[in-house]
């Protein structure tokens, strides 16, 4: 079998004749004992090219699809990964593995609820549901590491002449997509039992989770050693510039990462696409918005139109704490499932025109929060969206009298 080491071409038509046979329908393990003998750890790249050229021959892309997972499961463990190359600390590649990290523990937590359920006739089922929903909706945050993958990562490959491996990815994708959906839609079921609940997992709860983890081993084993092999450090780094705008999944990187060969801050880079931001009464630079924004004694949490977090300052003062990860995430996703009705009930009246303001105010560790959220709508009355923020007002419940003369805080 030294023939098949030695020689790349040998090894693709190998690997390519034993997913073939998958296809045909023949056992998983046969498979993986024959690959196993045969061809010990296959390079990465290996496995790219043979997915390329059985699409370029004329394999459905469906049913490479269909074959995915399965090849997927008998590579495993047999991929070559020694030549890898090094990933810096917030490198693209080093957020998406982070990311993948998290989703995973999500994955085993979520695990462990199901378990939970099986285990015991006793169990809570109203508030195991409600758990559940909880666990599913931080893992559709995933959706936003697809999205990178779809639409940063993928047209670079597509410019390497890297179609069909792409391709396949974002239907499986999609599948993950609607599992996680189906997921939320029968966790928000009225009533659900504990025998329709067990069912309804094996359906769809645990193949969400599934696909999602052997996901992270696709990535790591295979699309992200070859993306590091094709990919200029130019082509990640406006990978990296653009990220932000669709968001983190479940991580926010502590780290920015920025090759050598760039100069000035980021803030020096957003500057020279709005150097000058001019409105009806003024203007500002970014750099001094910024500053205005993150001074204001409140939070400030902006949700567009579409329902998705596009903005948070970065008060000293805040209240809530928010991380990048939250952003392009769905509003009703960034609260506890038991009160989602209440931002569902919000968003609808700002919509429909029926409310503009929705007040609410709590104590948190003794200090009165007031928090308020404002429908956002232009000079035609077209709504854009919501803001919300919340502000400590004890201090001002606390004033007496007047204060006229000059007094600094400390």
């Not at 495993?76 to 890898?84: C, H, R």
């Not at 993928?154 to 993950?176: C, R, S």
């Not at 992200?224 to 705008?245: R, S, V």
């Not at 329902?307 to 928010?322: A, G, H, L, T």
Request: glycine content about 6%; charged content about 30%; hydrophobic content about 35%.
């Amino acid at each position: 079998m030294s023939e098949l080491i030695n020689n790349s071409e040998n090894r693709k038509k190998k690997l390519k004749e034993l997913i073939l046979r998958l296809h045909k329908g023949d056992s998983e393990q046969e498979v993986r004992q024959e690959l196993i003998q045969s061809l010990t750890n296959i390079p990465y790249g290996e496995v790219v090219e043979v997915e390329q050229e059985l699409i370029s021959e004329g394999l459905p892309e469906q049913e490479v699809l269909k074959l995915c997972d399965v090849h997927s499961a008998v590579l495993k463990g047999n991929i070559d990964l020694t030549t890898v190359k090094k990933i810096p600390d917030g490198h693209p590649v080093d957020v998406f593995i982070k990311e993948n990290k998290e989703l995973n523990q999500l994955c085993q937590s979520i695990e462990q609820s199901l378990m939970e359920l099986v285990s015991s006739e006793a169990v809570d089922i109203p508030k195991l549901v409600l758990k559940l929903r909880g666990q599913f909706n931080a893992l559709f945050d995933v959706d936003k590491h697809y999205q990178r993958k779809e639409y940063l990562l993928f047209p670079f490959l597509e410019k390497q002449g890297i179609t069909g491996p792409p391709k396949v990815m974002w239907g499986k994708h999609d599948e993950i997509r609607e599992l996680i959906k189906g997921s939320i839609e029968l966790l928000q079921t009225e009533g659900i039992s504990r025998d329709e609940l067990i069912a309804s997992s094996e359906i769809v709860l645990r193949p969400a989770i599934k696909g999602v983890m052997e996901m992270t081993t696709k990535e790591e084993e295979i699309l992200f050693p070859m993306a590091l092999d094709k990919l200029t450090e130019a082509d990640w780094y406006e990978i990296h510039k653009q990220q932000l705008e669709i968001g983190f999944c479940l991580y926010d990187p502590p780290t920015k990462w920025k090759p050598s060969w760039v100069e000035g801050s980021e803030l020096q880079e957003l500057n020279k696409t709005a150097e000058n931001i001019q409105l009806p009464t003024g203007s500002f630079s970014v750099e001094e918005l910024l500053a205005i924004l993150n001074t204001l004694p409140v939070d400030i949490t902006f949700v567009d139109k579409n329902d998705k977090v596009k903005y948070f300052s970065q008060s000293p003062e805040r209240i809530f704490q928010r991380n990048r990860a939250i952003l392009n995430r769905d509003v009703r996703l960034c609260h506890p499932p038991a009160s989602a009705h209440i931002v569902d009930k919000i968003i609808e009246d700002f919509k429909s025109g029926k409310a503009s303001r929705a007040p609410f105010w709590i104590n948190i560790g003794g200090n009165l929060i007031h928090i308020e959220y404002f429908a956002l709508r232009n000079e035609k009355g077209e709504y854009l969206g919501v803001l919300e923020v919340s502000h400590n007002v004890s201090v001002y419940r606390k004033l007496e009298g007047e204060q006229r003369i000059l007094s600094y805080s400390k």
